[in-house]
């Protein structure tokens, strides 16, 4: 089983690419990113919600755990422990450096395969 940490975390799916390949309704995917913040996916300038892979992949994570019997509530509880505990493990020994990094901006998107899938466009 691969770790989710393994998976792209580059938004290119829509909510409806989400619900196709996840079975989660987007209005339970909406509750879910505002009750548990359980995602945080990227908005477009037109509001519309991007997800990685990674996202879906913790979304079926979720949906097996909540499909086998487990309220939504202890899953994502069981999740922030295990998010918890690999900061930690990620953490431990961390000196702060002298200047904070910066990322640098992000490319502009260009849409794929329909209105399923965007991917950055890079300059020429």
Same mark, same amino acid.
């Given at each position: ?6 998976? /792209? ?11 196709n390949r996840t079975g989660?309704?987007?209005?339970? *995917?909406?509750?879910?990113?505002? $009750?548990?913040?359980? *995602?945080?996916?990227?908005?477009? /300038?037109?509001?519309?919600? *991007?997800?990685s892979e990674r996202d879906i992949q ?37 000196? /702060? ?13 260009? $849409? ?13």
């Open positions: 089983m691969s770790r989710i940490d393994n998976f /792209p975390i580059e938004p290119e799916f829509t909510i409806k690419a989400v619900q989660i309704k987007p209005v339970t *995917l909406r509750a879910w990113e505002r $009750r548990y913040d359980l *995602l945080e996916p990227v908005r477009m /300038p037109n509001g519309y919600r *991007l997800y913790l979304l079926m994570w979720v949906q097996r755990r909540v499909n086998s019997g487990i309220s939504i509530s202890q899953v994502v509880q069981q999740f922030n422990q295990i998010r918890e505990r690999r900061m930690a493990r990620k953490h431990s020994g961390f000196q /702060p450096c002298q200047t904070a990094q910066t990322s640098p901006p992000s490319p502009p998107l260009t $849409r794929l395969r329909g209105n399923d899938v965007w991917r950055p466009r890079f300059a020429q």
